[in-house]
């Protein structure tokens, strides 16, 4: 129970900052000697931080609900046209996610079973925000099509264990011309549909968490206290990327551990 509550933390701690939570959950798993069922620890504490990102940004998902409503009985003139498109965007760099992760969903389990590759991945979220610079000043309710479809790649690379899914997307909300702060309020947004959907996918893997004692006590215990997650977006977190991940490469082992590779 009381290494759930240590994944729990890592989780809610890092999944919203560009430091890759799903890396330094696997590094924390490592380091106590955590067998991994399959993603089936990462799945149940990334539904956990869904529930918290909902909390945090219930007005804008309120006026994104509203806006779809509004595609089925109002006309386009409507006060709610912007919440409305953007609402049907987010849709579709979610569906750009999903196709992609569905597509390569076993190339990329297997990628979480190197820590040095992960640590590889994580140095490169480093180099990513280091270079990312603020270029453009269009709010989120006028994104295009264009940016749904680069934002849903972005997210779709960030399957990759060590590469941050709020870096990348925020990275590539800049790049198409957004804010940062825009950039960053949009990460999240586009996040709940998506980690949501992650997590559930994730969920495959219950049998294989039962075999090796995972009940759902202890399943409901990492996910509550992942609900509790730092909400502050840190640019000077690409420094935390590196130095993690130097130390990685340096402390752990190049394989996993013999339990995790039983998985």
Known sequence: MLEMVILGLVQGLTEFLPVSSTAHLIFAESFLGIPRPGILLEAVLHLGTVVAAIVLFRDDIRRLLSGWWSTFDHPPGDVRTAYRRLAWLILLATAVTAAIGLLFADQFERMYGSLRG????????????????????????????????????TQAISIIPGISRS????????????????????????????????????????????????????????????????????????????????VDWVCLPRTVSSSARAC
């Open 118 to 153: 992960v640590a590889v991945q994580l140095m490169l979220t480093g180099v990513i925000l280091l270079f990312t610079r603020e270029r453009g000043t269009r709010q989120i309710t006028e994104m295009r099509v264009s940016d749904a479809a680069v934002l849903g790649l």
């Open 167 to 246: 870096g990348a997307t925020i990275a590539g909300g800049i790049w198409v011309g957004l804010r940062r702060d825009e950039a960053a309020r949009l990460s999240f947004l586009i996040a709940i549909p998506s980690v949501a959907g992650a997590g559930l996918f994730g969920l495959k893997d219950l049998q294989a968490g039962a075999a090796l004692g995972y009940g759902p006590s202890q399943l409901a215990v990492g996910c509550a206290v992942s609900r509790y997650p730092s909400s502050r977006e840190s640019w000077r977190s690409n420094g935390c990327c590196l130095g993690f991940a130097a």
